[in-house]
T-cell receptor, first 116, second 114 residues
Framework: GAVVSQHPSWVICKSGTSVKIECRSL??????MFWYRQFPKQSLMLMAT?????????EQGVEKDKFLINHASLTLSTLTVTSAHPEDSSFYIC????????????FGPGTRLTVT | AQSVSQHNHHVILSEAASLELGCNYS??????LFWYVQYPGQHLQLLLK??????LVKGIKGFEAEFIKSKFSFNLRKPSVQWSDTAEYFC????????????FGKGTTLSVSS
């Protein structure tokens, strides 16, 4: 089946630094990937839609200058949290759409970010 | 606005009890519907999905869900739960067109005691 990986799975960084999270579709091509954020014991909130070769589309309230998304290839999207603060600590999850099965998303295992 | 509502925040059951988790959605247009499960410390797994056709869909681990269009509902059911079903359950919906993001409900925590 379709597999999506994320790296790293867990990262701790100091306040003010930047962190890059990678999302890869391992066995399929994904023109569209999504980035979600999940707070403890809460649901997933869509942050942005990442389209290969074009600018990401951000949801209302998500700072595009803080959460930089790059979808440089059909198998890789990156989320960079710039100038991280403790309130950015969260679980970040990506998903990808297999072009062959357009309606279904495959989720990565998530990245736990802790900003100290 | 598009939204998904899960009525039960926390459900506590004994093993072998029957389960039904409610999910209602508000979405203008044709939709796809999903139920995901997240076991403690693990990532999301797809339980089942509805795109079209038979409104009663069967998923993995003995779960099923019924799409009732007139009620905008997609309730999840299992006739006999097991301790291993303890997890967080999320209902989600997206538009029936390629490349659209999922909108998730707030989730229901299911605790099953043995």
């Amino acid at each position: 089946g379709a597999v999506v990986s994320q790296h790293p799975s867990w990262v701790i960084c100091k306040s003010g630094t930047s962190v890059k999270i990678e999302c890869r579709s391992l066995d399929f091509q994904a023109t569209t990937m999504f980035w979600y954020r999940q707070f403890p014991k809460q649901s997933l909130m869509l942050m942005a839609t990442s389209n290969e070769g074009s600018k990401a589309t951000y949801e209302q309230g998500v700072e595009k200058d803080k959460f930089l998304i790059n979808h440089a290839s059909l198998t890789l999207s990156t989320l960079t949290v710039t100038s991280a603060h403790p309130e950015d600590s969260s679980f970040y999850i990506c998903s990808a759409i297999d072009q062959r099965v357009a309606y279904e998303q495959y989720f990565g295992p998530g990245t736990r970010l802790t900003v100290t | 606005a598009q939204s998904v509502s899960q009525h039960n925040h926390h459900v506590i059951l004994s093993e072998a009890a029957s389960l039904e988790l409610g999910c209602n959605y508000s979405y203008g247009g044709t939709v796809n519907l999903f139920w995901y499960v997240q076991y403690p410390g693990q990532h999301l797994q797809l339980l089942l999905k509805y795109f079209s056709g038979d409104p009663l869909v069967k998923g993995i681990k003995g779960f099923e869900a019924e799409f009732i269009k007139s009620k905008f509902s997609f309730n999840l059911r299992k006739p006999s739960v097991q301790w291993s079903d303890t997890a967080e359950y999320f209902c989600a919906v997206n538009a029936n067109q390629a490349g659209t993001a999922l909108i998730f409900g707030k989730g229901t925590t299911l605790s099953v005691s043995s």
